[in-house]
């Protein structure tokens, strides 16, 4: 008798950094957007700053992803979940990362802190930009790979 509990889950992916504020939650939007059919995507901190920076939802919104409702996570919120694919995009996150029950995968993709931006509120904003442009390039290659495999796995006749 096939139930609810032979559903096949989305493989878990959780994208760490130290503050989750900034980085690790564009990551995480940007590859939802891309492959959040496919895959469960979440992101959390090492050592959690409380809040997602303002202008990380901005950068993001200027693109079409909502981070308007994210919050702030500690790692150690994941840790009783199966986690296919850990992702960290920063040196201290890496470092202090520990393995996840299920884990098969980890990726070490470290990216500038934009947080740490100084000049004129544009010239600043500008570097969230930046950054969330090379996140959006990594993140999106490793959707359509994860869709490329996804596809490849399926069985001929399954394939559109």
């Not at 990726?107 to 904003?125: L, R, T, V």
Request: charged share 25%; proline share 6%.
């Amino acid at each position: 008798m096939a139930g609810l509990s032979d559903k096949a889950e989305k493989p878990r992916v959780l994208v760490l950094c130290t503050g989750n504020s900034c980085r690790s939650h564009m990551a995480e939007g940007i590859l939802r957007a891309a492959a959040g059919d496919i895959l469960e995507v979440h992101s959390a901190g090492s050592r959690p700053a409380g809040y997602v920076h303002p202008k990380a939802i901005a950068a993001l919104a200027e693109i079409g992803i909502d981070l308007s409702g994210h919050t702030s996570k500690h790692m150690d919120e994941f840790l009783d979940r199966d986690i296919e694919t850990v992702i960290t995009v920063c040196g201290n996150a890496d470092q202090a990362c520990p393995v996840f029950p299920g884990q098969v995968q980890r990726h070490h993709w470290p990216y500038d802190d934009p947080a740490h931006a100084s000049g004129s509120e544009e010239e600043i904003m500008e570097e969230f930009r930046r950054v969330r442009d090379e996140i959006a390039a990594r993140f999106r290659a490793y959707a359509a790979e994860r869709r490329g495999a996804a596809h490849a796995s399926r069985p001929p006749e399954a394939r559109a």
